[in-house]
């Protein structure tokens, strides 16, 4: 099961990163765009991560 959870937290991670990635090699003129959508995930993202460890704290 924690194995799975890795998988998980790494899979997350690479999302971002890809987003992050995407954004700096085809973004428009239009700069906030990005930042929002890269705050909103890796907002998401790191309250995903902090849930599944929390979940083992218990």
Do not use: W
């Not at 690479?14 to 705050?39: C, E, G, H, I």
């Amino acid at each position: 099961m924690i194995i799975r959870d890795i998988g998980l937290v790494d899979a997350l991670m690479s999302v971002l990163t890809l987003q992050t990635a995407m954004f700096a090699a085809f973004a428009v003129d239009d700069r906030n765009f990005p930042l929002k959508m890269n705050d909103v995930t890796g907002a998401v993202v790191s309250l995903i991560i902090l849930g599944i460890g929390i979940s083992y704290q218990s």
